[in-house]
T-cell receptor, first 114, second 110 residues
Framework: DAGVTQSPTHLIKTRGQQVTLRCSPKSGHDTVSWYQQALGQGPQFIFQ???????QRGNFPDRFSGHQFPNYSSELNVNALLLGDSALYLC?????????????FGNGTRLTVT | KNEVEQSPQNLTAQEGEFITINCSYS?????LHWLQQHPGGGIVSLFM???GKKKHGRLIATINIQEKHSSLHITASHPRDSAVYICAVRGETSGSRLTFGEGTQLTVNP
């Protein structure tokens, strides 16, 4: 049973460019959340997708957008990259309506903006 | 002030020592998670708590809802326990989004 998979694992982009990160949730999970983790800090919630719609959003600008596909996989898009967007981007999947089920995280995509 | 505060930020121990990591939060919660993050970045869920105490192997997690405090204990620590331990809470009114602490870097020396 594959857990949460994220691609790519590492990415280097230049300021002003656009990037797309991908996430496949754990089998059976239908909800995907994205987090940004700057070096030495805890993850910050970006947004959550369920039934192909953004359900919740953290304090991130509109440059951050996402999508969820019918197979529950998800993409995170960041436009007009800034140096400050350099971070580890984590995807987590869950089945919230089943109480007591833990979150499952991917290994993350490390984005470096130069 | 962060909604979730962890202490200590860094902890160095000798193999075999008993370790405690603390987490305090300021909001009403529906659940609290303890997570482990290794240098590669991947995060593993250790516990999800809404009350009381849970034990898994050498790991024990407790929560006091009235005092808004949780602790993670590691008994008979081992170098392979070296990692960042992160506390995260799900607020009563925040759906399933998590708010994370900054993490505790644990190093266990042989």
């Amino acid at each position: 049973d594959a857990g949460v998979t994220q691609s790519p694992t590492h990415l280097i982009k230049t300021r002003g460019q656009q990037v797309t990160l991908r996430c496949s949730p754990k089998s059976g999970h239908d909800t995907v959340s994205w987090y940004q983790q700057a070096l030495g800090q805890g993850p910050q919630f970006i947004f959550q997708y369920y039934e192909e719609e953004e359900r919740q959003r953290g304090n991130f600008p509109d440059r951050f957008s996402g999508h969820q596909f019918p197979n529950y996989s998800s993409e995170l898009n960041v436009n007009a990259l800034l140096l400050g967007d350099s971070a580890l981007y984590l995807c987590a999947s869950s089945l919230p309506r089943l109480r007591g089920t833990p979150l499952h995280f991917g290994n993350g995509t490390r984005l470096t903006v130069t | 002030k962060n909604e979730v505060e962890q202490s200590p930020q860094n902890l160095t121990a000798q193999e075999g020592e008993f370790i405690t990591i603390n987490c305090s939060y300021s909001v009403g919660i529906s659940a609290l998670h303890w997570l482990q993050q290794h240098p590669g970045g991947g995060i593993v869920s250790l516990f999800m708590l809404s009350s009381g105490k849970k034990k898994h192997g050498r790991l024990i997690a407790t929560i006091n809802i009235q005092e808004k405090h949780s602790s993670l204990h590691i008994t008979a620590s081992h170098p392979r326990d070296s990692a960042v331990y992160i506390c995260a809470v799900r607020g009563e009114t925040s759906g399933s989004r998590l708010t994370f602490g900054e993490g505790t870097q644990l190093t266990v020396n042989p």
